[in-house]
């Protein structure tokens, strides 16, 4: 575990029980192999690994109790003991609501209806997973941060890239200045000129793409707040974030690429923003969206058709 992931969790309080799971698939990329079969032995069967002690818990995933100790306190847990109290919550509300038996796994025969069904699900899973993992203070932060902010950039390339245009759209109907870049070098000169009072966005589901992570740390030393849309808290681009905003990790298939999961994920993110700002600047927010809802109101009226 890395002294960035424990300065990341360290003071948060310990996730409701119907939060772990999400935490799981969230924090398991960033874990070693060894602290990733505990939290999936816990994720797969909080019941039965509620009922073991540290020293059987690590017997059956084949550690030992200092890791499955570390893995509870990576989750969020004091220790072990608060950790197998919230499996056994867990295991109670399985109990007594169980989710529908239906995966994302989706086969290239599937009639077009489980499509529909399977894909729904894993979409709601990814929207509860983002929402119960989403640090509100953090959100709280940016929103502020976006509110006052004099000029804003936002960077994101290939489905971020659509998502940072989504932010962009948003924040320019309510009366701010913002600008999407998937351009690399358009991000970077644009970067050079950003400074105190102004905000950087960066969006990137891995944490790690160069061509997001270069223009968020040119605006972080120019002195802009900045700001991390990821689902990697540990990831390269939090180095030079200011507020991180953490997104769900789904599991990726073959027909259904990370970039669909991701993106889902990130749109929840950048609407909580969005209303958040609105919230903030009502007064001058509902007049501009007002005025751009009646610049457009012509294109949206049918045209009657010459006789």
Excluded: W
Excluded at 79 to 108: E, H, K, M, N
Excluded at 233 to 261: C, K, N
Excluded at 272 to 280: D, E, N, S, T, Y
């Amino acid at each position: 575990m890395t002294q960035e992931v424990k300065e990341t969790f360290a003071g948060e309080a310990p996730p409701a029980p119907a939060a772990l799971a999400a935490k799981v698939r969230t924090l398991a990329p960033s874990m070693t192999r060894s602290m990733q079969r505990v939290a999936e032995a816990v994720a797969a069967d909080p019941a039965g690994c509620a009922s073991l002690t540290v020293t059987g818990l690590a017997e059956l995933t084949g550690t030992s109790e200092a890791t499955v100790v570390r893995t509870a306190r990576l989750l969020g847990y004091p220790g072990y003991r608060d950790l197998r109290l919230a499996l056994a919550g867990l295991a109670a509300q399985q109990q007594s609501g169980r989710a529908p038996a239906v995966t994302a796994d989706i086969a290239v025969d599937d009639p077009i209806a489980d499509v529909v069904a399977k894909l729904a699900y894993d979409e709601q899973q990814t929207l509860a997973d983002t929402a119960a993992g989403l640090d509100t203070v953090q959100l709280g932060a940016a929103v502020a941060a976006l509110a006052t902010a004099r000029r804003v950039d936002i960077y994101g390339v290939g489905a971020s890239g659509l998502v940072a245009q989504d932010l962009a759209q948003k924040l320019l109907r309510i009366g701010l200045i913002a600008h999407p870049h998937s351009d690399p070098h358009l991000a970077v000169t644009n970067a050079v000129q950003l400074r105190a009072k102004d905000v950087a966005v960066a969006i990137t589901h891995s944490g790690s793409t160069g061509d997001v992570i270069e223009p968020l740390r040119v605006a972080f030393e120019r002195g802009a707040t900045t700001i991390a849309v990821t689902g990697r808290p540990d990831g390269p681009v939090t180095q030079y974030a200011d507020h991180i905003l953490t997104t769900s990790t789904a599991r990726e298939s073959e027909l259904r690429p990370a970039a669909m999961s991701s993106r889902t994920s990130q749109l929840l993110v950048v609407d909580c923003l969005f209303v958040g700002v609105a919230q903030r600047t009502y007064e001058t927010a509902a007049p501009a969206l007002a005025a751009s809802y009646e610049a457009l109101a012509h294109r949206h009226t049918p045209r009657r058709r010459a006789r």
